[in-house]
């Protein structure tokens, strides 16, 4: 049984569909990345999965006991990072741990070994006894995520946790949450493919409020190396739509550029090199050909394809 089942839920926020359908198992010791674009769904669903919010339709389940009806019981299970990092920034670390401990309601007799081992693992020794508020973005972020893991969840759900920080930042809650995901199930969103690469094993594209692609980090980066990008600029009539109908063809982009030339940018599959297929059209139909050169494509590429808007 999945630690965590999504069957088919779905929010609406007046006649937009934030979240439509979506469905998917989480199994015990995964670190699920959460992608999309911006507005495509994730904090919704993540809200949903922590219960800030409920869905318009289907249900969520944590060790197959739906949470509409496990309440608090399932809140004491799950750790939770919000975008934003909500701090009382008047607070030092240490009050603010305390505090919440005991909003957590942790056993007393566990609190202090609750404390410090979860002050431990996100490496705040140093910031322990000062106040938030003069804390630089790094340190709030692994106090925030001191927080979430305070109580000891099984599921620790991670909002963009490394946005606004600098590239050494970055790195250094990166290692955290790689650290942190060897002992319990954590799912992170993210629109930073190089993060997901590093800490996830496993990768879930939303867009526009549905799953486009769901698998391991090495299925998604076979299934985008198993890709090409062909640059095309040609001088005649119809180029886009005879290229369309080349066998391996998945997509083409169009634009036009100057002297009255269309430039195509073509994504086919790797097996066939469309290229000969694109001078021969050209000789055909006598079109003049500017550019025609091929790359591999990237997970990136993949990505952007996959949430290209209207492509969904």
């Known amino acids: 049984m999945a630690l965590l089942a999504l069957d088919n839920i779905t929010k609406r926020f007046g006649s937009v569909a934030a979240v439509d359908g979506v469905a998917l198992a989480v199994d015990r010791g995964e670190v699920v990345g959460f992608l999309g674009p911006n507005g495509a769904g994730k904090s919704t669903t993540m809200?949903?999965?922590?219960?800030?919010?409920?869905?318009?339709?289907?249900?969520?389940?944590?060790?197959?006991?739906?949470?509409?009806?496990?309440?608090?019981?399932?809140?004491?299970?799950?750790?939770?990072?919000?975008?934003?990092?909500?701090?009382?920034?008047?607070?030092?670390?240490?009050?603010?741990?305390?505090?919440?401990?005991?909003l957590r309601e942790v056993p007393l007799a566990e609190r202090r070994a609750s404390i410090a081992q979860a002050v431990g693992e996100t490496g705040i020794e140093a910031v322990y006894y000062r106040p938030i508020g003069e804390l630089s973005k790094g340190f709030r972020q692994r106090v925030g995520l001191a927080q979430a893991i305070v109580h000891r969840p099984d599921l620790l759900v991670l909002d963009e946790p490394t946005e606004g920080l600098d590239p050494n930042q970055r790195v250094e809650i990166r290692r955290l949450i790689g650290n942190l995901g060897k002992e319990?199930?954590?799912?992170?969103?993210?629109?930073?493919?190089?993060?997901?690469?590093?800490?996830?094993?496993?990768?879930?594209?939303?867009?526009?409020?549905?799953?486009?692609?769901?698998?391991?980090?090495?299925?998604?980066?076979?299934?985008?190396?198993?890709?090409?990008?062909?640059?095309?600029?040609?001088?005649?009539?119809?180029?886009?739509?005879q290229v369309r109908g080349l066998d391996g063809v998945q997509a083409v982009d169009e634009r036009a550029v100057e002297g009255g030339r269309?430039?195509?940018?073509?994504?086919?599959?790797?097996?066939?090199?469309?290229?000969?297929?694109?001078?021969?059209?050209?000789?055909?139909?006598?079109?003049?050909?500017?550019?025609?050169?091929?790359?591999?494509?990237?997970?990136?590429?993949?990505?952007?394809?996959?949430?290209?808007?209207?492509?969904?």
Request: proline fraction near 3%; glycine fraction near 6%.
């Open 184 to 241: 319990r199930t954590v799912i992170v969103s993210t629109h930073v493919l190089s993060e997901v690469q590093h800490i996830c094993s496993r990768v879930v594209i939303i867009n526009r409020g549905a799953i486009v692609a769901d698998g391991s980090v090495a299925e998604l980066v076979a299934r985008a190396e198993g890709l090409v990008h062909v640059a095309i600029e040609v001088q005649g009539a119809g180029a886009a739509e």
């Open 262 to 312: 269309t430039a195509l940018t073509v994504t086919a599959a790797s097996r066939s090199d469309i290229r000969p297929a694109v001078f021969a059209l050209a000789k055909e139909r006598g079109w003049t050909l500017y550019e025609l050169h091929q790359q591999t494509t990237s997970l990136e590429d993949l990505f952007a394809r996959l949430t290209r808007e209207g492509d969904a």
């Open 47 to 102: 809200r949903m999965i922590t219960q800030y919010i409920e869905p318009d339709a289907g249900e969520i389940r944590l060790d197959g006991m739906p949470l509409a009806e496990a309440g608090r019981a399932a809140k004491k299970r799950i750790g939770y990072l919000p975008e934003n990092n909500p701090l009382y920034t008047e607070m030092l670390v240490c009050e603010y741990l305390d505090f919440i401990v005991r």
